[in-house]
Every structure is written in structure tokens, then in C-alpha cells.
């Protein structure tokens, strides 16, 4: 009886790799303090998917392998890659979403939008809309759900509405890839590669400073963090001793 339950947990953990959290992916910005690398992981998924959302074994397996990298070089907990567009800032043309949001009123009437933006699991609009003056109006919307930004654009163009692209910012940014597997959002045995651009200053305006690392992050076992050069570091910013040179 020992031998076999010893097999079955032996079985539960092959299947599982080395990570037993998960992260949820329908709850926005609203994250577990304890998982900061749920928000990174979100992002990285979310840019890699053809869906319009991520299931939550693809979101898992970029948190699984985002953890190994913050264990590695804890100089990247808290750093994000970037989103390309604005977020849910949403401006339409569309009289039935104009007539419904500047009331306040999620469901507009029109059900192919509505349809749309309930795949988001939306919680309100904000109340600061405004009238552009030239028959558009743009809107914040408030959403739980984490989303490919490219895919809800593109499918929010045939309804009278559009997000703005604005394009990669001076500061943190990364580039993840699956060289062991065909899927693009990889598998559970696969190992990613992560090549990461981190700033320092004032990144809110522009980053001062630029340092890129690559991380090699298995399916089991710990992340490899290679040094890829850049700006000197400041003196409040040191890499781990196990990062290595490329």
C-alpha cells in the first residue's frame, strides 16, 4: 500500500513539474501580493496567444517558469513587459455603445459588441468618458479578465470602435519564445527563453539606463540567467552572483 501511494504522489509531481501555485487570469490587476509573478506571466501569455483570452493551463505554465526567474535573478520581481495599446480604453463611433456608456449602462443593446466585452468579465464603466467632437466618444473600461490587446482590436474594428496602438515605451519590455516546441504558447515539458530588457530611473517618463539579460527557464529545475550587457549598472542595482556571462 506504501509503494503505491509513494508512486502515485511520485506520478502527481512528474505530471505537475516543480510548482504547485497557480495563477488566476480573470481577475485583472487584482493579484495575491504573495505571487508577483503572476502579473508578468499574464502579460508574456497574453501576447503570445491567437484567442482573444488565455486558458488557465497557458497561463500557468508562463507563472511556473516566470517564478524560476525571479528565484534566479531577483533583480526582475515586480518588472513587467509591456502592453502595446492602451489598456480598455475603448473609442467608438458606435451610437448604441455611445448612448448606453455615457449612461453608465454596460450592455448596450448591441450584441455582437456586447458579446465582446463580456468575454472580458467587465466590471463597470468609469464615469470620466469623453466626447472627442468629432461624433466619437472614448471610454476606461474596467475589466477582470487578462487578454490578447491585438486580437480585441482587431475584432473590435467591425464594430464602429478601435483602441489606439501606442508602441513600446522607454522602459522594461521582454520577448519570450518556446525553442523546444511548435505551439506558441509552448507545453508542460518544454523549456521557454526569456530575453528581457530592464531600466532604472525615472521609468515612468524614460528610463535612464538599459541592462538585458536571457533567461532559460525548464520545465524542472531552476532558471540559467545569462548577462547580456548593456548600461553600467548603478550602484543600488546589482545582478546575482549566479547570473552568468553570456
Known sequence: MESSLAFGLLL???GCGDNYESCPHDQGSVLPADLPA???AQVFVTRDISTLTPSQAEVDRYFHR??????AEPILVGRFPQKYRGGTTIYTKNPQVIAAWTAGQLI?????FDQLIAELHPSRIDKFWHDNGDGSFYFLLLTDAVFNEEVFANRLSALLSWTVYV???PKDDGYWSWPESSNATGDDQATA????KFGWGDCFVSCFGFHSLRIIMPAVGEAV???LGG???PEYLQLSPNTKPL
Open 12 to 14: 502527481i509531481v512528474a
Open 38 to 40: 503572476c502579473g508578468p
Open 66 to 71: 516566470w517564478q524560476k526567474a525571479d528565484i
Open 108 to 112: 448596450t443593446g448591441d450584441q455582437e
Open 167 to 169: 508602441g513600446p515605451r
Open 193 to 196: 527563453q526569456v530575453d528581457f
Open 225 to 227: 540567467v545569462y548577462d
Open 231 to 233: 548600461d553600467p549598472l
